[in-house]
Structures are given as structure tokens and as C-alpha cells.
């Protein structure tokens, strides 16, 4: 039944599809996920709605190719099906009210900010993007955000595009500049996330972050999705994903998220070599 309907390389790491769902896409929200499995024997993998089509039916992901399973994932193309296709799953991004906001993007974690931004500019709020990437050629969703912006600013490490500098440079200096934000929200990598949030805690300006752990079931049955906010353990997919970015545990967080980074580099060589051999 989850149709590929298109597939599209956004850069050499991160792919686009819109997939064939059409009850996640009745019910889905900025903010929201999905847990999907490529084929019966494969891993559950939580991935963040990245838009949809009520009308269409459809549901957008964007993917990084860092382990076995996105491997696999980017392998498909249009016209193949999805094993398996759940959501949406966690709280929707709560935007109601907000009247200025700066949405701070990195990596791929743009295609989970831009929803977001997406929604606060339908609803006539006053939106200011700040999004990073390394280089030039990892530059995604420039063009969905400038729609979706009152203002953008694209910051590349090495200056190869946009202003060189880290997404921390343009939010302290928009925020000294005089601009007066009611909220910051800020999606990316966690330390990215973790020094946004205690640029913002400087100002006392309310910070939210979307956190995206080691997650299996989606249920908060399994409690790997675990974090401690406020000093409290919470549950990235039922209380979350996003949380208040002053309370997180970041530390926690980023240590918890390299426990399986070299049994994951490994499965994800091994698939690359298993498809090498097929081709």
C-alpha cells in the first residue's frame, strides 16, 4: 500500500520521497513521525513528517544515509513499496499564538524545521529561518523556505554559500540587532541544538528543540527514546519530540546517541557491500 510516488536526491546523503499514505496524511502535523520498515526482516526507524498532502494522500520524508536500514531505504524508487508505514506519532509542534519566531535549521534536521516554519508563516506570524550546512553542496530546501520566510539566512561553514559562520553567529546577532523573538525553535544536530539553547538562555528567550533519540517502538513502551528534561526522565515519542531546549540534558543526550554509532557504521558498510555485489 506505501507507493514511492517520487523520489528525489536533495544531496549526495539526504533523498526525498513522498509516499502513498493516506491515513498518516488525514491526521499528520508539523512536528509528528513516522516509523517505517523497508521490507518484513528489516528495523523500525523513526523518521520526521517533512510535509503532506491531505487532497493527495501523501506523506513526505527526508533521510540521511547514515546506516543499514537508510541504505537500504535510498536503494528503492518510484513505484516500490514500503513494508510498513506508522503514524503520525508524538506531539504535533505547538504553534498557536506565536507572532515572531526564529526557526534555526542544520543538516537535515531542516526538513524537520521547515513544516514548522511552513505552518507559523501560513498562520501570518513573522518568520526569520537561520539555516546551516557544512558546504554549498549540502545546502537543502532553500527554495521551500524562502516561501515559507519573512526573512532567511543560509550559513555555511566554509563561507562556500550563503554567509560563512554558524547558525549561533546570525541568531546572536538578529537578537542584538534589536529583533525581539517570541519563541526559538531549533532542529539539528544536538550540539547544534545545545548551543542554540544557551545562546537564547542568555536573553530569556523561550527555546524549543526537536529531539530525535534511539527509538524502537514509539509507544513509550520500550523506553529507548529516554531523556532527561528538567531533571526528569521523559519519552521523545510520547512526550515529545519537541522539548523545552533551557531544560534538556544535552550531554546525556549526546553521549546516549554514540552508543551504537560503530556497530551502526559497520551494518551500513556491510550493506554497501552487500548491493555492490548484486549490481
Not at 533523498?15 to 488525514?26: F, G, I, Q
Not at 516509523?35 to 503532506?52: C, H, K, M, S, W
Not at 559562520?165 to 547544534?192: C, F, H, R
Amino acid at each position: 500500500m506505501y507507493e514511492i510516488l517520487r523520489k528525489k536526491e536533495l544531496n549526495p546523503t539526504v533523498v526525498l520521497m513522498e509516499v502513498y499514505a493516506p491515513m498518516t496524511a488525514r491526521k499528520a502535523q508539523p512536528g509528528q513521525f513516522i516509523i517505517l520498515r523497508v521490507d518484513e526482516q528489516g528495523e523500525r526507524i523513526p523518521l520526521t513528517i517533512a510535509d503532506f498532502d491531505r487532497e493527495k494522500g501523501t506523506v513526505t520524508i527526508i533521510f540521511q544515509i547514515v546506516g543499514a536500514t537508510t541504505e537500504k531505504l535510498s536503494k528503492l524508487s518510484e513505484g516500490d513499496r514500503l513494508c510498513d508505514f506508522v503514524g503520525p506519532l508524538g506531539v504535533a509542534s505547538h504553534t498557536d499564538g506565536l507572532k515572531k519566531v526564529a526557526v534555526i535549521g542544520g543538516g537535515v534536521g531542516c526538513a524537520i524545521a521547515y513544516p514548522i516554519a511552513k505552518k507559523l508563516h501560513a498562520q501570518g506570524a513573522e518568520v526569520h529561518s537561520v539555516v546551516g550546512f557544512r558546504n554549498k553542496e549540502l545546502v537543502i530546501l532553500e527554495d521551500e523556505f524562502k516561501k515559507a520566510s519573512t526573512k532567511l539566512f543560509v550559513m555555511t561553514d566554509d563561507g562556500s554559500y550563503g554567509e560563512k559562520g554558524l547558525v549561533t553567529n546570525k541568531l546572536k546577532e538578529l537578537i542584538e540587532s534589536g529583533e525581539k523573538y517570541d519563541e526559538v525553535i531549533a532542529i539539528g544536530p544536538l550540539v547544534m541544538m545545545k548551543f542554540v539553547s544557551l545562546l537564547t538562555k542568555e536573553y530569556n528567550i523561550k527555546t524549543v528543540v526537536s529531539m530525535n533519540p534511539i527509538m524502537i517502538d514509539g509507544t513509550g513502551m520500550c523506553g529507548g527514546c529516554r531523556l532527561t528534561v528538567g531533571g526528569k526522565t521523559k519519552f521523545a515519542c510520547v512526550d515529545g519530540p519537541d522539548f523545552d531546549g533551557h531544560e534538556v540534558d544535552f550531554d546525556e543526550a549526546i553521549e546516549r546517541s554514540n552508543m551504537y554509532k560503530d556497530f551502526e557504521h559497520k551494518r551500513h558498510e556491510e550493506t554497501c557491500r552487500l548491493f555492490q555485489k548484486v549490481n
